[in-house]
């Protein structure tokens, strides 16, 4: 089974330009994750989707930070403007099944905003 | 606001030995806990959920406990080898299905 798949696996840019990460979760997974991970830190949660739709966006920061979802598939979290301090690991992560607690991450996107 | 501590040090521990990291929280009420294992440059990697009816659970040299009066969670790495030194993420649900993680407590095992 393939597992969560992300691009790109790293992206440097200057701040105040703007980058998309994508993510295409385990095949038949109605539940995708954004997470945001600072050096040191544990996964923060941005958003939560189910199917197309928005669960949980609380802490995504929505004046610089964008997700979608379409068709309930892939994902795209877009930046923009970027600030020195988006600087982390991006995570995605998806579950489904009858393990819907149990979450798989993809790799990540290590962004180096300069 | 929910609060979410592992062991702030990093853990050094000789092979064989037993390696226990500490989870506690505070104003939190999950239904269940787990723990991840994140290795540098990769995703966590889900190894063991814990129901909050439930006192303890095992998987090949892991165990779990869960303590919900002291807001508790042990994770226990038995016979440890140099291949178990990662870092350890513990993770509670708060709202469907939804984690929050804490920082992680960085394990490392010598020969």
């Known amino acids: 089974e393939a597992g969560v798949a992300q691009s790109p696996r790293y992206k440097i840019i200057e701040k105040r330009q703007s980058v998309a990460f994508w993510c295409n979760p385990i095949?038949?997974?109605?539940?995708l994750y954004w997470y945001q991970q600072i050096l040191g830190q544990g996964p923060k949660l941005l958003i939560q989707?189910?199917?197309?739709?928005?669960?949980?966006d609380s802490q995504l920061p929505k004046d610089r930070f964008s997700a979608e979802r379409l068709k309930g598939v892939d994902s795209t979290l877009k930046i923009q403007p970027a600030k020195l301090e988006d600087s982390a690991v991006y995570l995605c992560?998806?579950?489904?099944?009858?393990?819907?607690?149990?979450?798989?991450f993809g790799p990540g996107t290590r962004l180096l905003v300069l | 606001s929910q609060k979410i501590e592992q062991n702030s040090e990093a853990l050094n521990i000789q092979e064989g030995k037993t390696a226990t990291l500490t989870c506690n929280y505070t104003?939190?009420?999950?239904?269940?806990l787990q723990w991840y294992r994140q290795d540098p440059g990769r995703g966590p990697v889900f190894l063991l959920l814990?129901?909050?009816?439930?006192k303890e659970k095992r998987k090949e040299r892991l165990k779990v406990t869960f303590d919900t009066t002291l807001k508790q969670s042990l994770f226990h790495i038995t016979a440890s080898q140099p291949a178990d030194s990662a870092t350890y993420l513990c993770?509670?649900?708060?709202?469907?299905?939804?984690?929050?993680f804490g920082k992680g407590t960085s394990l490392l095992v010598t020969p």
């Open positions: 992560a998806s579950s489904g099944g009858p393990s819907e607690e149990t979450q798989y």
């Open positions: 095949s038949g997974h109605a539940t």
């Open positions: 989707f189910q199917n197309n739709g928005v669960v949980d």
């Open positions: 104003n939190y009420s999950p239904a269940y």
């Open positions: 814990i129901r909050e009816n439930e």
């Open positions: 993770a509670l649900e708060y709202s469907g299905y939804a984690l929050n």
